[in-house]
């Protein structure tokens, strides 16, 4: 089956700063990718939806100039939590998908990124 | 907008029960709903992906039907084991554009 890869795995930072979070396939082109974010025995909310070589579309409620953005090729997105706060705080998780008339249409999700801003 | 439901939202049960997780959802318009297993602290397990067009889905132990009319789908999982204890996750694909979680059903098998 696809994979779906995501670096780093978990991350502490320091409050103010940036943190960037690497979302791959490793077997498949991607031209869609999604980012979730979860709290703690919540469930997992859509932020944003990228499209390779196009501007993010936002979930309402998710500020685009703090959680950047990137998908600047098939196989690759990046999230940066830009002047983190602890209120980031929170489990990231990303998925891709393959294009539309591709074999499987669903969505291939990673592992996660435990992001700890203190 | 959809929504989307489960219940329980706990579910602790000996092990050897056979048990239904529910999920139902408003909009009807859907492309495919799936179900995820999730351990603590980690990513999403695909369990099953039944297309709109579809009744139901098998893969061993689990059963996962669809009545897309009703907006109601059940996950049957037979002779429950201790690692199956998890948290269930059902979603929503309305037309290939994005999924909908539910707020899953965590469940604990016990020895």
């Known amino acids: 089956g696809a994979v779906v890869s995501q670096h780093p795995s978990w991350v502490i930072c320091k409050s103010g700063t940036s943190v960037k979070i690497e979302c791959r396939s490793l077997?498949?082109?991607?031209?869609?990718m999604f980012w979730y974010r979860q709290f703690p025995k919540q469930s997992l909310m859509l932020m944003a939806t990228?499209?390779?070589?196009?501007?993010?579309?936002?979930e309402q409620g998710v500020e685009k100039d703090k959680f950047l953005i990137n998908h600047a090729s098939l196989t690759l997105s990046t999230l940066t939590v830009t002047s983190a706060h602890p209120e980031d705080s929170s489990f990231y998780i990303c998925?891709?998908?393959?294009?539309?008339?591709?074999?499987?249409?669903?969505?291939?999700f990673g592992p996660g990124t435990r992001l700890t801003v203190t | 907008k959809q929504e989307v439901t489960q219940i329980p939202a706990a579910l602790s049960v000996p092990e050897g029960e056979n048990l239904v997780l529910n999920c139902s959802f408003t909009?009807?318009?859907?492309?495919?709903l799936q179900w995820f297993r999730q351990d603590p602290g980690k990513g999403l397990t695909s369990l099953l992906l039944?297309?709109?067009?579809?009744r139901e889905q098998t893969s061993g132990r689990l059963n996962a039907s669809l009545d897309k009319s009703s907006g109601r789908s059940t996950l049957y999982i037979a002779a429950s084991q201790p690692g199956d204890s998890a948290t269930y996750l059902c979603?929503?694909?309305?037309?290939?554009?994005?999924?909908?979680f539910g707020g899953g059903t965590r469940l604990m098998v016990k020895p």
């Open positions: 909009d009807s318009a859907i492309y495919n």
């Open positions: 077997d498949f082109q991607a031209t869609t």
């Open positions: 979603a929503v694909d309305n037309a290939g554009n994005m999924l909908t």
């Open positions: 039944i297309q709109s067009s579809q």
């Open positions: 990228s499209n390779e070589g196009s501007k993010a579309t936002y």
């Open positions: 998925s891709a998908r393959e294009p539309r008339g591709a074999k499987s249409y669903e969505q291939y």
